[in-house]
């Protein structure tokens, strides 16, 4: 079964760094997310992307946040200069549909910011 | 602003029990309603999908209704096995650009 990939499953890295998430959608889906998860709290939506533009956003995007679809494959997430509190478990999604398909999840990325 | 709600937020049965899980939302307009299964340090497992014209939905041992006028959902699971033992999350699409708003989890445990 097709399924959403993300790398790297766990990053650690120094505040203020940038940082990049990298996610391979299922191959036929056209709309992609992320989400995150920090410790013990709610998974919260952040930003959703299609035909290359953003969608929606959530205010935890700020403009230290960025999308990108590089190829015809791949969808980051870059975090310009990371701060104590990026630490989360980033999760990339994608759907066939825009409100009416599921959802299908990666097993997330581990964001560590020292 | 769309809420989600699960109750109750962990639960611990033997195997084998029948046992439903509830979800709750403050905004009846939704386009749809999903149902996923997280274990520990993995990521969001679809398990159903209901549509906001649907009222239930069945997938092997689960079946999940939906009352949108409530603004309430249940995952019902029959014969509850030690795998099954997870945190099931509920959320709801709002809007048009598909973003998903989730609740809390409930955290299940079967015992043996």
């Known amino acids: 079964e097709p399924e959403v990939t993300q790398t790297p499953s766990h990053q650690v890295t120094q505040m203020g760094q940038e940082v990049i998430l990298r996610c391979v959608p299922i191959?036929?889906?056209?709309?992609f997310y992320w989400y995150r998860q920090i410790l013990g709290q709610k998974v919260e939506f952040l930003v959703s992307?299609?035909?290359?533009?953003?969608?929606?956003k959530s205010e935890i995007f700020d403009d230290q946040f960025s999308v990108e679809r590089p190829d015809g494959s791949n969808f980051t997430l870059k975090i310009r200069s990371t701060k104590l509190e990026d630490s989360a478990m980033y999760f990339c999604a994608s759907s066939a549909g825009r409100s009416v398909g599921p959802q299908h999840f990666g097993d997330g990325t581990r964001l560590s910011i020292l | 602003k769309q809420e989600v709600t699960q109750i109750p937020a962990a639960l611990s049965v033997p195997e084998g029990e029948n046992l439903v899980l509830n979800c709750s939302f403050t905004d009846s307009a939704i386009y749809n309603l999903q149902w996923f299964r997280q274990d520990p340090g993995k990521g969001l497992t679809s398990l159903l999908l209901i549509q906001s014209s649907q009222r239930e939905q069945t997938s092997g041992r689960l079946n999940a209704s939906l009352d949108k006028s409530s603004g309430r959902s249940t995952l019902y699971i029959a014969a509850s096995q030690p795998g099954d033992s997870a945190t099931y999350l509920c959320a709801v699409v709002l809007g048009n650009t598909g973003k998903l708003i989730f609740g809390q989890g409930t955290t299940l445990q079967v015992k043996p």
């Open positions: 191959s036929n889906h056209l709309y």
């Open positions: 992307f299609y035909n290359n533009e953003i969608s929606e």
